[in-house]
């Protein structure tokens, strides 16, 4: 009889078992699709803000890419430009369209091409202040939101005087055009502005005004960044983590790659490092593991402006998109070997700034005042 029971008894405590396994099964499915709905949003909301951008400046941009007159100059319009518009990619494509119309000078692009590297890394930084009100969440993200930057700053400290005095990318970059000229127009579908675009346009349709759908980006941003965290942690981060350094991040070799690989399907290295700061503010990666993977979003970005020249079928807007995947290589190779400058200066400014709240806003004012003085400068002054 005591057997009896005793079967019976752990009989239902293996139903038990299995129901409540079954049960959390389900919980965590929920949560993965519930995941996968937020990072659509958090995609479309990135995506919907370069959209509304473009609509109030692409052509405020490409109007002050024409007025370009010195390569300083026309390294501040780069950044500005791209800034305005939330895109190298757009920036780089238009002035490839500027050269190949003979509008702009293969000499006067590549300072336009440099500024734009360092106006696409605002995207980052907007992300990552969306973590503001966590003060180590906040920290760790723009840490990994502003290190693209102080990389992309190095790289045109170094490389802007280098090509004004030797002309080292203009003269690779003709050599390496030479061979890809006349292939032809090619052209490259981004699955994600493909899934977005439906919902992107319906917005647009119902709201005209270009203000309007930035604040609604924004708003979609940092609400989805907020669930985004949430999510995550609650799907056992330490398996989320062990994933991604033993087969994403395991190495600087597969970080870049995989960087190099989205950037390219994605069309926008403002996505690809923008999803990558809520992981790093969560605490499942670190500024050390994806430093190599922005860098091969840079790498990434430069394909929509070879698609752009290829479709030309002019030598020397070829040349300008080829200097600046060259202006990557070449920032690669020279700041790598010294990475940990641009990861301590990141984790440092991020430190300083998110010491107390007074530091964060004086951070804030001084970010945007150098985007706006500049733009203020060229509507009244020039």
């Known amino acids: 009889m005591l057997m009896i029971w005793t079967h019976i008894y752990y009989s239902d405590m293996s139903l038990f078992a299995k129901s409540r396994l079954n049960l959390m099964q389900l919980k965590t499915l929920k949560k993965i699709i519930l995941l996968v709905a937020i990072l659509y949003l958090f995609i479309f909301s990135i995506q919907l803000m370069g959209s509304s951008f473009k609509l109030l400046g692409t052509g405020f941009a490409e109007a002050l890419i024409q007025t370009t007159a010195n390569p300083v100059i026309g390294l501040l319009i780069g950044i500005l430009a791209t800034s305005i518009i939330q895109s190298s990619s757009t920036t780089t494509s238009i002035t490839v369209g500027l050269v190949a119309g003979g509008v ?36 760790r993200a723009f840490a990994a939101g502003t290190v693209h930057d102080f990389f992309n700053i190095l790289a045109v400290i170094v490389l802007f005087p280098l090509e004004m005095g030797t002309h080292i990318l203009e003269k690779s970059a003709t050599v390496l055009a030479g061979a890809f000229v006349g292939i032809g127009g090619i052209k490259f579908l981004s699955p994600l502005k493909a899934i977005t675009s439906p919902l992107i346009n319906l917005v647009k349709g119902w709201i005209h005004s270009p203000v309007a759908l930035i604040i609604i980006a924004l708003a979609l941003l940092f609400f989805t960044l907020v669930q985004l965290v949430k999510i995550m942690r609650s799907l ?94 070449f920032g690669i190779v020279i700041i790598y070997p010294l990475k940990k400058l641009p990861i301590w200066m990141a984790e440092t400014f991020a430190r300083i700034t998110a010491k107390n709240r007074r530091n964060t806003v004086v951070f804030l004012i001084i970010y945007f005042l150098l985007h706006i003085v500049p733009l203020a400068y060229f509507l009244f002054v020039d």
Not at 131 to 137: A, D, F, L, S, Y
Not at 245 to 267: C, E, P, R
């Open 104 to 139: 702009l000078t293969l000499q006067g692009a590549i300072p336009i091409i440099m500024g734009a590297n360092i106006g696409t890394t605002i995207t980052n930084t907007i992300v990552s202040i969306g973590h503001v009100g966590r003060k180590q969440e906040f920290q």
């Open 236 to 329: 056992m981060l330490s398996k989320i983590e062990i994933f991604l350094d033993k087969y994403l991040f395991k190495n600087d070799f597969t970080a870049l790659l995989l960087g190099l690989s989205v950037t390219a399907v994605v069309q926008s290295s403002s996505i690809t490092t923008s999803i990558i700061v809520p992981l790093v503010g969560a605490g499942i990666l670190t500024v050390r593991k994806i430093f190599p993977y922005t860098l091969g979003a840079n790498i990434g970005t430069t394909v929509t402006a070879m698609l752009a020249s290829f479709a030309t079928l002019n030598p020397v807007a070829i040349t300008v998109a080829f200097t600046h995947l060259l202006f990557n290589i």
